[in-house]
């Protein structure tokens, strides 16, 4: 198999798959979009492609995926030759298709629609970006007139009010390959912060990957047709409910792979072998 890892060239996540793809003796490169698209780099001499670490181009990576899968190349993951839907308005409506438990959400066309959709929320409420990423832009608000006035001087646009589900300040991150869990670890958000990411610097041990969570975050990965998932789901303090927050496309995984000693790249350089077979 020769395997173009397109889009990131310099995370773990790239190198370990890089490295595993090397391991199992076949040809493997990292591709920067940037040189595709410059023609510094033609795909043509690739068997399979794998979409990892292309948030700053979503457009053109869905575009390569297309011409890729109209070649007959085998491609992960193939949802994005439609369209990249990064939009957490997006994951809400699949999990709801789905009757999976996920945050009551609402985006807004202005101000005086967020105000009227948020008090349909009980607080405190999470306000955060719909294409947000790492945890980045999340803000929690105690009340209507704090929530109003952030609103109103950083607009609308391009964000979403969700409820705040109570939470010992963790959350649990399950891998899934091609629709089936590998695992699951707990993320452990640090002191004075309440988002569990670990690029915001929480911390990682290995969790049990219990027959509900298991059902739940495959029926995610599955709803989002994502061959290559990372699910978060919280646990409300309260009542014990499993909450689905995320389901990350393409996701990171060193601190899952330090802590479950689970080979994810290797497992899914075997997936990605497996679909060139059946091509």
């Known amino acids: 198999m020769r395997l173009a890892i397109i889009g990131s060239t310099s995370s773990y996540g790239s190198k370990r798959i890089l490295e595993e793809a090397q391991k199992r003796r076949h040809y493997a490169e990292l591709i920067a979009i940037d040189d595709v698209l410059n023609k510094t780099k033609s795909l043509s001499e690739f068997d399979a492609?794998?979409?990892?670490?292309?948030?700053?181009h979503p457009k053109e990576a869905s575009e390569m995926a297309a011409r890729l899968l109209k070649n007959k190349k085998t491609v992960v993951d193939e949802v994005i030759a439609g369209g990249i839907l990064n939009n957490k308005m997006n994951t809400c409506g699949k999990m709801q298709g789905v009757n999976?438990?996920?945050?009551?959400?609402?985006?807004?066309?202005?101000?005086?629609?967020?105000?009227?959709?948020?008090?349909?929320?009980?607080?405190?409420?999470?306000?955060?970006?719909?294409?947000?990423?790492?945890?980045?832009?999340?803000?929690?608000?105690?009340?209507?007139?704090?929530?109003?006035?952030y609103l109103s001087r950083n607009g609308t646009e391009n964000k979403m009010a969700q409820e705040f589900i109570p939470n010992a300040g963790n959350d649990i991150r399950v891998i899934a390959i091609g629709g089936k869990a590998l695992g699951a670890i707990r993320r452990i958000a640090k002191r004075g912060e309440f988002r569990a990411n670990i690029a915001l610097g929480a911390s990682a041990e290995k969790t049990e990957l219990t027959n509900e969570l298991k059902t739940i975050a495959e029926k995610a990965a599955q709803a989002m047709h994502y061959e290559f998932a990372g699910i978060d789901i919280i646990e409300d303090a309260h009542t014990g409910k499993l909450f689905v927050l995320e389901v990350n496309r393409s996701p990171q995984f060193e601190a899952f792979e330090k802590c479950t000693k689970i080979n994810v790249a290797g497992e899914l350089v075997k997936y990605i072998e497996g679909k060139c077979v059946k091509n």
Request: with cysteine; charged share 30%.
């Open 100 to 149: 999976i438990p996920y945050p009551k959400s609402f985006e807004f066309d202005n101000l005086q629609d967020a105000i009227r959709k948020i008090a349909q929320l009980d607080f405190p409420i999470v306000i955060k970006p719909l294409d947000g990423r790492k945890g980045r832009g999340i803000e929690v608000f105690d009340c209507m007139e704090e929530a109003a006035v």
């Open 49 to 56: 492609a794998l979409f990892y670490g292309i948030s700053l």
